[in-house]
């Protein structure tokens, strides 16, 4: 509904206009004093707060083994398209995770795509990626702003893990089998 | 050194002197530039420029980071690029005014400064000697006729570049120069009243304005005179709240959107020469120039740091409470820029005609009828 803003008249000291000038220099001259409310970037670093979405990563539990198993159900969700990965077996010179099914044998994030929505972080069934704390992302050729697989680890590094889902799984096919015999 | 200064050839002085106006000048236009943004800067919260240092200078322990931190070699680094970067001129320019209108620009704001003394000393007889370039004894009807001719480089500029929005700046800029001048001049009129007592000799010299106030200043008893020299001062150095002429917003940068490189940094030393001698010659007029207080003259101070006879230190001395005064207006300048915003270009027009001139003129009459009564009281 439209409605009409009354209009004060304007006091004398209004119509006079230096005093308002005089007290808006007395703010100004506040502010000339005030601390500066900038930050210096590259010396200084704002603080990341908790649930920050930086360049996605791709982590390690901390037995240092690969999370990762390659389902692809993060490059099917990524909006951008931005996530291309290449599934593969297990290394065999990886025998504590030969129970896992699979493994990326390829892992690329083109980071001119990703939008940091963090759906892939969201969606993943290994809690394998995750967005950190990084925010700053430069290159020189667009070959250099995709992050393959060698260079997210190393991004990512190792986050502590709660579950353990794949050695619990171990476990219970160990005991399943146990039980069988 | 007074005898042997005294003993060149005119011709060599006027070079000497000239070549010292320009040295002086051009970095105090850099500077003011560079306090501008700092000041700016502080105001808005934020370190300012505080960058640039050349490699070599990082070197040196704390002077180098604290001269970094203050900005100065951003001065250098702008004034070096001013200087080397491509000056372009666009296809559609009337090219020979376009390249005159920093020119004209530049020749008022230089030869202003002949005639506004900055200082003085005391002769072997006792007697004050301005420190000033012409000694001319017109000298505020000098520099009135000389500053307004600055206006014809924004006409010029805005209208030899030949496209809509400088032509925009140049027209608001001549209409606000030409409305201001009006009050401007009729502001100091008391000023020159009081100073010329009849029977007296006549003068219109910015020095003698000065030896009138060693009492009190012009600016303590005639204040309205000073607030509408200082407002219409604001509008002829197009400066904000008054920056028609220019106004990003509304005219991407008026007269001068299509100069750049040095031509564009000839109008803002321009500018900022303007400002100096605007707020120079506003403190020589009402706040005693260089007597460093009201009913304290320059000559008692001289007298009581036993100065009378060092012509140079007192020289100096005088030179820093003038130049004190004269930057405190600078920063004025800059203080207000950030408080009040820009007039609509009808408010200007409003302002100046229907408001500051009929005051201006109503001041004059009000302050002739008071010096016809205080006068004869005086010189009794």
Redesign the interface.
């Known amino acids: 509904m439209p409605y009409v803003v009354e209009r004060k008249p304007l006091t004398l000291s209004e119509r006079l206009y230096f005093p308002q000038i005089l007290a808006g220099m007395r703010v100004t001259l506040k502010h000339l004093f005030a601390p500066n409310v900038t930050m210096e970037y590259p010396e200084q670093r704002p603080a990341i707060p908790v649930g920050y979405r930086g360049v996605p990563t791709l982590v390690k539990d901390p037995h240092g083994r690969e999370k990762c198993v390659s389902c692809q159900l993060c490059e099917f969700v990524c909006p951008p398209k931005a996530i291309r990965i290449t599934p593969g077996e297990i290394p065999a010179d990886q025998a504590d995770r030969a129970h896992v099914e699979k493994a990326p044998k390829e892992f690329e994030i083109d980071m001119l795509r990703c939008i940091y929505c963090g759906l892939c972080q969201e969606v993943c069934p290994e809690e394998a990626i995750f967005l950190q704390n990084q925010y700053s992302l430069t290159g020189y050729t667009r070959a250099e702003m995709v992050n393959d697989k060698a260079r997210l680890y190393e991004l990512g590094g190792t986050l502590p893990d709660r579950h353990f889902k794949w050695d619990k799984k171990k476990s219970a096919a160990e005991a399943r089998g146990h039980a069988a015999h | 050194m007074i005898e042997f200064w005294n003993s060149l050839h005119p011709l060599l002085q006027a070079v000497i002197k000239g070549l010292a106006v320009i040295g002086v000048m051009f970095p105090f236009g850099g500077a003011c530039s560079l306090i501008e943004r700092k000041?700016s800067a502080?105001?808005?919260?934020?370190?300012g420029p505080n960058r640039a240092i050349p490699f070599w200078f990082a070197w040196v322990p704390v002077i180098g980071p604290f001269l970094q931190r203050l900005g100065v070699f951003h001065l250098m680094a702008d004034g070096g690029k001013m200087f080397f970067k491509e000056d372009p001129v666009p296809g559609h320019v009337n090219k020979f005014y376009f390249y005159l209108a920093p020119v004209v620009g530049m020749i008022p704001a230089l030869t202003t400064v002949t005639v506004v003394p900055f200082g003085a000393y005391l002769n072997e007889a006792g007697q004050l000697v301005p420190l000033v370039l012409a000694n001319l004894d017109v000298g505020i009807l000098a520099v009135f006729a000389v500053s307004s001719l600055g206006v014809y480089s924004l006409i010029l500029a805005g209208w030899s570049s030949n496209s809509k929005y400088p032509f925009l700046g140049g027209i608001r800029a001549s209409a606000q120069l030409i409305s201001y001048e009006l009050s401007m001049t009729l502001s100091v009129l008391p000023v020159f009243l009081w100073v010329n007592a009849p029977g007296g000799e006549g003068t219109l010299s910015l020095f003698h304005v000065v030896g009138a106030q060693d009492g009190a200043w012009f600016g303590l008893w005639m204040p309205l005179c000073a607030?509408i020299f200082l407002v219409a001062l604001f509008a002829e150095t197009n400066r904000l709240p008054f920056d028609m002429a220019e106004g990003e917003a509304d005219l991407v940068g008026g007269f001068h959107t299509e100069y750049g490189a040095m031509k564009w940094g000839l109008f803002f030393v321009a500018e900022y020469s303007h400002m100096l001698i605007g707020s120079g010659v506003f403190v020589l007029l009402f706040l005693g120039g260089w007597n460093p207080l009201p009913w304290v003259p320059l000559s008692d101070v001289a007298a009581w740091l036993h100065l009378a006879d060092q012509p140079l230190l007192l020289g100096l001395l005088s030179i820093g409470i003038f130049l004190g005064k004269t930057l405190f207006f600078i920063f004025l300048f800059m203080?207000?820029r950030?408080?009040?915003p820009r007039f609509r270009y009808d408010q200007v027009m409003k302002l100046g005609w229907q408001k500051l001139l009929p005051l201006a003129l109503g001041n004059l009459i009000f302050y002739a009828i008071l010096i016809a009564w205080l006068q004869p009281k005086f010189s009794h």
């Open positions: 000041i502080a105001m808005q919260g934020r370190p607030i203080w207000v950030w408080t009040v």
